[in-house]
């Protein structure tokens, strides 16, 4: 990967950057391309001064062109100079050299190659996907209809990234490993499942305010409200056991997820540590949205840089200690 493509890597991948650096470097640069891809998308898609036929356009065009069906160029110069004010300049840049992106993927396996389309293909859908249902400036609040197109678009957009993740890293890290792959793969899936419903709950004002409710419909009308109720942060102790529901669904997931980090083997101490921190911080970020304000518009609920700091650090001082490790996941202890 060039040099400027690695420091878009850092520039774009915010906290993601520090499990990418500890990564393996014989899985790093195929992660790193397809996160790298898949923001490009992700910002495509969420350039809100662009039409939504336009954006669905740049999509269909952005997923051609990395699958290999479309052969000319993509250029969205004009998408990037369509960015909202205080957009990351460094997305602006990623939209300039994607061409450059796409080109590296000629550089990588078949297999790896496969699976890099296969997870962008299934990213890209599920952003197409929620542009249609939830796209529509005109259309006010709409939110999904029940629980299952909500965990179908946590997978689309995320548990297919714990998929391709098992893929990559069980055929370049520990082929010969002994594991169950079919419960492996599942609890990877999971993991990605887990940590993409803790931003949806995270989320949830923000969202709402941009037309999206992520809460199944059919379950808001059994507790006798509406998405529209939701606007309204008075209502949020009729809504609580809805989303405490919810937030016990996330944890379901990420405990696979855990369960998932500690089926590696104990030789792979960076991916553990790669997979350790996202559900740490997943977890921690859960203790946070049962405690708090979750309705609040004003104010976003999110894990402090010091206590991620603390949570890197206890990992890798416990990481060689089995039974020091375990006790870092603590599901729930204030319950």
């Known amino acids: ?17 520090l499990t990418l650096r500890v990564l ?14 898949a923001r490009a998308t992700d910002t495509v898609a969420d350039t809100e ?23 000319s160029p993509v250029d969205f110069s004009g998408l990037a100079a369509s960015q909202a004010p205080g957009a990351a300049e460094a997305e602006r ?35 197409i996907l929620d542009l249609e249902r939830f796209g529509d400036p005109q259309g006010g609040l709409r939110a999904l209809a029940t629980g299952e197109e909500l965990e179908d678009y946590t997978y689309r957009v995320a548990g297919c990234v714990g998929e391709f ?9 520990f082929p010969a490993a002994d594991l169950n792959d079919g419960t492996f793969l599942e609890d990877g899936i999971r993991l990605g499942k887990g940590l993409q419903l803790v931003n949806i709950l995270r989320d949830l004002p923000r969202d709402l ?12 009308a059994e507790s006798g409200m509406k998405p529209e109720d939701l606007l309204d942060s008075a209502h949020e102790w009729k809504v609580r056991p809805l989303y405490d529901r919810w937030c016990a669904r996330a944890l379901d997931h990420l405990t696979a997820g855990w369960r998932y980090t500690n ?3 104990g030789d792979q101490w960076r991916l553990r540590l790669a997979c350790a921190w996202p559900v740490l911080l ?54």
């Open 49 to 71: 001064l662009i039409p939504v036929a336009d954006r669905l356009r740049a999509l269909d065009e952005l997923r051609a062109r990395i699958l290999g069906q479309r052969t």
């Open 165 to 173: 993740w098992t893929r990559i890293t069980r055929r370049h890290c």
């Open 263 to 265: 089926r590696l083997p």
């Open 24 to 37: 393996p470097h014989s899985v790093r640069a195929q992660i790193g391309l397809a996160y790298l891809l």
């Open 93 to 127: 840049r990623l939209l300039g050299r994607l061409e450059e992106a796409i080109g590296r993927l000629a550089e990588l396996s078949a297999a790896d190659h496969a699976d890099v389309c296969r997870v962008l293909e299934t990213i890209t859908g599920g952003q």
């Open 209 to 220: 305010r941009s037309g999206r409710c992520y809460l199944p419909r059919a379950e808001l």
């Open 282 to 335: 997943g977890v921690r970020t859960l203790e946070k949205l049962r405690s708090g304000e979750f309705l609040e518009s004003s104010r976003r609920i999110k894990v402090s840089r010091p206590e991620v700091r603390s949570i890197l650090f206890r990992s890798v001082v416990r990481l060689p200690f089995r039974g020091s490790w375990q006790r870092l996941f603590p599901a729930f202890p204030n319950s």
């Open 1 to 17: 990967m060039s040099p400027e493509l690695q420091n878009l890597l850092r520039d774009t991948s915010r906290s993601f950057y």
